[in-house]
């Protein structure tokens, strides 16, 4: 069951309950997490970090990590600092410590009490269920019940694993399954403990005004509001857990309910920050296992320092994956960093299939677009059939990327994508799941046609379009149907006076930013366009037969702040500097699946417009690859731009250019 069925009934929704969330939102966000000058002084993570998701102090050197974004052993705190890790995040599980809860209740309220019982989710037949990928575990006798975060006894434990945590001296704070209880609820599971229906009874009676004619439809009086109980009001209905798991969302307040849980998880999310931080008496970074792609998997940004989840790889497709780099784009356009793994599913795959080189072409890829793909050492596993296993890497088999990641994290930290065209992520349409931004992002990444994503917000995500966000490139690419979208009237004028501008310039003023859909069609016509050809990065062999299988991405620097300066010795960012080099990377997408390996191209000619880095003169080039010793090149300039030889590409090469 996915997310995207329910996300309908948001726009609907939040129409009726704009005012109501938005006080919600802003309330914890300006009073918790605003971004202020305080904001600076918590942990961060850069593009050029080395990260580890599991913490393995016999590994620190060897990868020459430099921060542990998921799972950090708090008594290797001090230990990890000596090695060098500036950053030490450790994890509190809000779906994946039963054992702990157990171990938490019988400590304080006795062995045999069954005290945590008290805290299960129940469906709507009053059943406790368990958490559904840990059916094989077991503790105590016990199956891996999925508590409810709603229930204070379980919010008791989590907030004892919190302040333990924080105050073991931790740099951040990572929550896997941050979502608790509304995860079961969008899968239909529920929750209708006593708890849930106390909170939505008083949730329903805040909001009675707005609801009044929702709930007369759906034949709730408001005077018996006082003492409502849903899970009462659908079983006189009918209605049981088994109905309800596949009818949910036709039930009487089935989407509101779903609704209130995510309003209730995020929430306590930055309550959850709060009361660590207090416990530290420090500022902590904050990150959560996302993967980023549903909708309602980018509600929590706000409150956040960094993703760091599972994103899928499709490592079963045995080719370079499109889908991460959708994810990075919109990292980006939220400023928070991702630092990723695989899902459990992709690692199973390349545990039971040894597919090494294409693991090590997603650690490649995520650097290329500026994140951090976690160093897989070791890493969990799961399938249907064999439950929960790991994968445990090759002796020697990933290290020596992350250790040229580290010794050249001067070409990664402060540099930002080129970016002379964008796609629009309309978060309204998305929470209806429409206008998927995805086949926009593939079509563009496997043309060598830079990009950004740019985000409209809503009450959820606080970013919004202005004129001058828009006009700063030269192609907007948006959903074709973007005028039906549910987004607010302010953003949409802002779309309609920007393509209006355009149609009226671009005779005369070819640079007018221009608003195009994102078909496949118009991206091929743009693409092929006289005007979109100096966008295209290519690369050919010597005969100039055209070479469709390498990823060409430029950055440029933007900026290094003082602290990463001095640390990586490099020159922050002043208005004196000395200018930096641009850097374009090229990944090599020719997987042989039989083979298991790439194929390497040589000969390989690289060509680029001046409109990639406009107004700069390039005369010098420096090759850095961790397959192959550096070496200069030379630049050569034509009629069309830039020409550089790459004598032989495998995985990955790095081209830093200076004037």
Known sequence: MTVGSQVSMRCRYFTRQGMVLSAIIFMYFNTLY??????????????????????????????????????????????????????FSSSVGFRTE????????????????????????????????????????????????????????????????????AKAGVDGLHIDDYTGTAGPAQWGDGCFCEHCMKLYREDLTRRQTEMAQSLTEDGISLDALSTFDYGEFLRKRGVDAKKYKTSWREQPLGLDFVDFQYRRATAFIGEYHHMAEEAAERKLALAVNSGMWSPLDLVIAPHLTYFCGEVSQNASDQKVPTHPIAVYKLADALSRPMTSTASGQDWAFINENHGESLVR????????????????????????????????????????????VHEHRELFDGYEAVAPMAILFDMAARLQWKADIEPAVTQLALRNIPFEVVVAGNEWLPQRLTEKTLTKYQTVFVDPDWQHSPLDAAQKSVLEAVQT?????????????????WTNEQIEKFATSESGQKWVLRTELADGTPVKTIGVVPRQYVGTSPETAEETNTTPVTESNVEKPAVIHLYNRDYD????????????????????????????????????????????RDADGFRILIPSLKLWTIVVLTP
Request: hydrophobic share 35%; net charge negative; proline share 7%.
């Open 34 to 87: 605003s971004i202020s000058a305080q904001e600076i002084e918590r942990p961060e993570i850069r593009r050029g970090d080395t990260v580890f998701m599991y913490d393995e102090p016999e590994h620190y050197q060897e990868y020459q990590i430099t921060a542990l974004g998921w799972a950090g052993s708090p008594a290797n705190v001090e230990r990890a600092h000596q090695s060098g890790v500036r950053m």
């Open 98 to 165: 039963a054992a702990g809860m157990i171990d938490y209740c019988e400590s304080k309220y006795g062995a045999g009490t069954k005290k945590f019982t008290e805290a299960q989710c129940r469906d709507l037949d009053g059943n406790p269920f368990i958490v559904p990928w840990l059916w094989d575990h077991q503790y105590k006798g016990e199956p891996a019940w999925h508590f409810c975060s709603n229930s204070p006894l379980f919010r008791e434990f989590l907030i004892h694993r919190a302040v333990e945590t």
């Open 593 to 636: 699946a039989t083979a298991k390996d790439f194929v390497p191209c040589n000969g390989l000619t690289l060509r680029f417009s001046d409109a990639i880095f406009p107004g700069k003169i390039w005369k010098n080039a420096k090759l850095v690859s961790p397959d192959a010793p550096e070496q200069t090149v030379a630049v050569d």
């Open 501 to 517: 501008a355009a149609v009226s310039k671009r005779p005369t003023s070819p640079s007018a930013t221009q608003i195009l859909p």
């Open 361 to 404: 072409s997603w650690t490649v890829l995520s650097y290329v677009f500026g994140h951090n793909f976690m160093a897989p050492e070791y890493q969990w596993c799961y399938t249907e059939e064999k439950g929960t296993h790991w994968y445990r890497a090759p002796k020697g088999a990933y290290a020596d990327l992350y250790r040229f």
